[in-house]
């Protein structure tokens, strides 16, 4: 499985980013794909997620402002995000679910998870800076 994002890039705050991934040598018929930052110091967090029926789960801090949509015919996920802040300066991963999803927490589970723990397969990063 190959996870390949796109869009990062540099902006000024109040600006807007859209990122993309694809998803190559995947084919799990159950899952969550998500988008995760991680700020220099911090430890990655989720940012938002979606299920392969659509339900979205969205971090507080980024509630209203960013939007996750998915190509599931595809196996593509993609992160509108707008009024971008400073804070939301950071590397960003997407990453994708596995066999353990699929058969233990798929159905368990009302919103796709935001837990790192969940998911099996992670991009290389695309950063996004903000700037003042």
């Known amino acids: 499985v190959q996870l390949v994002e796109s869009g990062g890039g540099s902006v000024q705050s109040g600006g807007s980013l859209r990122l993309s991934c694809a998803a190559s040598?995947?084919?799990?018929?159950?899952?969550?794909m998500g988008w995760f930052r991680q700020a220099s110091g911090k430890e990655r967090e989720g940012v938002a997620a979606?299920?392969?029926?659509?339900?979205?789960t969205y971090a507080d801090s980024v509630k209203g402002r960013f939007i996750i949509s998915q190509d599931g015919a595809k196996y593509t996920v993609s992160l509108q995000m707008n009024s971008l802040h400073r804070e939301d300066t950071a590397m960003y991963y997407c990453?994708?679910?596995?066999?353990?999803?699929?058969?233990?927490?798929?159905?368990?589970?009302?919103?796709?998870?935001?837990?790192?723990?969940?998911?099996?397969?992670w991009g290389q990063g695309t950063q996004v800076t903000v700037s003042s």
């Open positions: 040598g995947y084919t799990y018929s159950r899952y969550s």
């Open positions: 990453a994708a679910t596995g066999a353990n999803y699929r058969d233990y927490y798929y159905y368990s589970e009302a919103s796709p998870p935001l837990k790192k723990e969940r998911y099996n397969y």
């Open positions: 979606i299920r392969k029926d659509g339900r979205t």
